[in-house]
């Protein structure tokens, strides 16, 4: 049973010796069930809450006119700490998600990223904030005659147990669907993932898979790259179905020494934003090599990221690798009007 769950109990034993005992737990109880509009569950923000710490205060935001949410929760905490327990924000203006976007993929846009669990409309980026973009249904179009969505993005703090698993993907779900009925946005609720899985860490080392194991991956189509046997490729998929970004990135070890010798980088974008991405080609070398494409009435980029001395893999190697990358992402989004710029 957990803490505040049991504190009516621990309060009634403790009332005639000291009620002060149970006035922590009780304030705790009090925040956890009122910040962000009750929307965080609780057994989550328990096993989230770091040992011997107390929840400090909540506050939240709401501005209909311009169509954001925001909201934060924090702990007790000594001057200089991470005081900030989880903390989210909710844009329904396009204006608003493009500076989002924009912030979050700088200059040629390929920020480390890890994909969500089960297929979430989502991506974890490299300080470990979980990003979700919903379609909203109940708002329509815009101007454009685009649709209009949602996006939330959810932090938690540095003193956090994101590592318990499942705890931090199920507080961002339930507050992205909380933002959406607050908001109007009338999108379908989200599920959370049904496995306990913990908060990825795309800082991390990548896991990666050899080629022949990625066929039910969103990176499955290196399975027929036809990359050179004489290295031993291994590719990382941080990329799902769903989401407005993903990647695949491919690295070959030298197989007597096993060392590293090189990686190469697919990345996808979606929605209009991704256009200010690739608008400069000629300012960012890494971007010599892309495609575009139409989905869902918005734009998709695609492009490649790989050192021209990549063992095995000539000029003409990666562009054929690339426009096979950007067929499978259009096949599978059902998108269309794929062009090809090398």
Same mark, same amino acid.
């Given at each position: 049973m957990r803490?505040?769950?049991? $504190?009516?109990?621990? !309060? !009634? $034993? $403790?009332?005639g010796v000291g009620g002060y005992v149970a006035a922590p737990y009780a304030q705790d109880w009090r925040l956890a069930r009122n910040a962000c509009g009750g929307a965080l569950p609780p057994d989550a923000v328990d096993r989230l809450t770091p040992a011997d710490s107390r929840l400090g205060s909540e506050e939240s935001r709401q501005i209909d006119g311009l169509g954001s949410y925001w909201c934060r929760l924090t702990l007790e905490g000594d001057k200089g700490r991470d005081k900030r327990f989880v903390e989210m924000a909710a844009y329904t203006r396009r204006e608003d998600q493009d500076r989002e976007f924009m912030a979050l993929f700088p200059e040629s846009g390929f920020s480390t990223q890890a994909p969500l669990p089960e297929g979430l409309p989502g991506f974890v980026d490299e300080y470990r904030a979980v990003h979700l973009l919903l379609e909203c249904p109940d708002l329509g179009k815009d101007e454009e005659g685009r649709q209009r969505k949602l996006l939330v993005n959810t932090w938690l703090g540095?003193? $956090?147990?994101?590592?318990?698993p499942g705890a931090a993907y199920r507080t961002a779900v339930a507050l992205a669907n909380s933002a959406s009925d607050r908001l109007g946005c009338g999108a379908k609720p989200l599920e959370a993932p049904k496995r306990d899985i913990a908060l990825a860490d795309p800082g991390d080392d990548p896991e990666t898979v050899p080629l022949s194991d990625a066929k039910d991956t969103a990176c499955g189509w290196v399975a027929g790259a036809g990359l050179s046997g004489s290295a031993d490729w291994r590719v990382a998929v941080r990329a799902n179905h769903s989401a407005p970004t993903g990647r695949c990135d491919l690295y070959s070890k030298d197989e007597e020494s096993g060392e590293q010798l090189s990686r190469m980088t697919f990345v996808s974008w979606?929605?209009?934003w991704s256009n200010r991405l690739t608008a400069e080609n000629d300012r960012y070398e890494r971007l010599s090599m892309t495609a575009t494409a139409r989905c869902d009435g918005e734009a998709a980029n695609y492009a490649l990221d790989a050192s021209d001395d990549t063992p095995g893999v000539d000029k003409a190697a990666r562009q054929r690798m690339l426009k096979r990358f950007a067929e499978d992402e259009v096949s599978r989004r059902g998108c269309s009007g794929l062009r090809l710029s090398f």
């Open positions: 803490r505040w769950i049991k $504190v009516s109990v621990v !309060a !009634a $034993v $403790v009332l540095r003193d $956090v147990n994101t590592g318990v979606y929605g209009d």
